[in-house]
């Protein structure tokens, strides 16, 4: 989960160093037919808190944003299980998903135990809403046919012809998918032969593969001026579903393409052997 520290009045669990403690969460989505099911699970270890979840002064919140139709909504629950439906109508592309605790009243002089030696005699009001502990943030694709433990390489990457007559490919991240920009000379041979199944790993290997690997090397820096573009978001789902996050770009570039040396160097065998 992805973690967003940013100013708070008063000591926040999960905000950088504030509050000793963890809030962990997990979390899945179904896609259905008519309705998203998200499926949420918190681990929480932090005294104060627990006690007002049990309470029911503060309560686990799931925080649901879609930037494609400006959907957002809050899900509320005093379980630390607990499943959420959206209609599948409200969300599209990427969608947001944050982790929270939230006062559910009004609390004054609010105290928690671990805080920070800075916070040392302070108390402070809290209302309904207010942050108390944050669990990061994670995010996946509204789509049915989006699998991103078998990404189609097309929904991120599109190879087209460019403006020069010869010279090295260039690549546009600016779009919502990676352009590769052949010369004229290079998509003339590049069409002759893309639909050859026994060449596929050869192609992988030399246009695909290096740009991928520094479209993840983007997605790792999170560059700002590409992370709202949806190759972006889609290729931060892939790297997080297949357990890629934090490896070195070029062997999960390797990983989401499948091996494509290894398919390479076969494919060139099987060549080079119906050549003799």
Known sequence: MKAKNISYPY???GNDDDVEGKLDA?????LKRDN??????????????EK??????????????CPST???KLFSTFESEADFILPSTVVREHVSVGFFIRATKTMAKYEIIGHHSDYKGFKFDVGPGDVLALGGYTSFIAEKDFDPMQPAVSSLIAIKQGNKDTGPMEIDYSQDKIFIKLSHKDHKNYSQIKGRTTIAGVLHSSIVLPVLADAIRLVIDNDEETQERHWFR????????QELEGQDSLISA???????????????VETAEADE
């Open 11 to 13: 000591p926040v669990l």
């Open 26 to 30: 997990s979390f899945k989505h179904m």
């Open 36 to 49: 998203i099911v998200l499926k949420s699970c918190f681990s929480l270890k932090n005294k104060t808190l």
């Open 52 to 65: 007002l979840i049990k309470e029911k002064k503060a309560t686990y919140t799931v925080e649901v944003e």
């Open 70 to 72: 400006f959907y957002r």
């Open 234 to 241: 889609r290729l931060e789902v892939i790297l997080r579903q």
């Open 254 to 268: 390797q990983k989401v393409l499948r091996a494509p040396i290894e398919r390479c160097l076969a494919d060139l």
